[in-house]
């Protein structure tokens, strides 16, 4: 059999909410386009409201597309809904454990009803490897929150697919975990697994993801491998207080200036190509005296706002 080129494919996808008596008509999905590697660690970055659950939700058949296509491992999910819900595992943003069951009653339950046959369950390998191995007959309830997280991402694998998406798996999770967690994941990665995360901590998804989609109000704006994105984030800004407030931001030959609150200006510089001092020293070329400066290290919020904006 041969292996498809993506792991996943939407064209054109879209989702709208209908109103509700008391809500308008919520475009969450506005005609995205996304092809995710096989057997790549895949970031999907966005702030809150961009529609990344709403995405999962749809490639997990839990919501219903508006209009589009999608393919799971190359499986069509309106022509072969079952065969692509089974090429998925899905780590939800919610804890959702059976309270009344063992870790390793909760994993057989989820092998069952996706059939797999007794003779191909791995539960104690799953539990071992998420560091349950000694829990596997507690209660669920008697686990803590980071215990239950894990039992997630095993629930999630006990199909054995060759995609995991895992929603916000790190949202609320203590710095151990978090290594931990990721640990199992880069290793399920090596074994072929391709691992797609929603996140909307930057640095997690540049140490981890070796390609980043950035959503923002539905729209893939964008989906490079991480590297390269990274050159993006390679502005900076130097905020500079003159003397005298100004009223409109100076022109300065090379560089992008922005007036800032109580008559400062910002400048943008790229790290790789200039610096502090070559800002600070076109300032003065402008005979403009400088009473202060900080610099501003760029976050997710200024790629938004600089890949949206153009
Ligand atoms: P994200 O996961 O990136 O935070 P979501 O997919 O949860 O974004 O939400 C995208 C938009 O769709 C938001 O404006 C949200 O309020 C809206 N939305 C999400 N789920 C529903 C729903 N079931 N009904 C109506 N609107 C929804």
Redesign the pocket.
Known sequence: MTLPDYAIEAENLVKT?PATKT?PE?K?IKGIDLKIPRGSIFGLL?P????????INILAGLTKKTSGTVRIWGRDIDERPRDARAAIGVVPQEIAADPFFTPKESLEVQAGMYGVPKSERRTMELLTALGLGDKADAYVRQLSGGMKRRLMVAKAMTHNPPVLILDEPTAGVDVELRRQLWAYVVELNRKGVTIVL?THYLEEAQELCDQIAI?NK?QVVACEPTAQLLTRLDTRNVVVTPEEPLQAAPELAGFETRLRNGGAFAVSYKTGQSSVEQVLAAVRAQGLHIKDISTEDPNLEDVFVSLTSA
Do not use: Q
């Open positions: 909410y809500t919520m969450a966005g809150n409201g961009a529609g990344k659950s709403t995405f929603t959503v539905g």
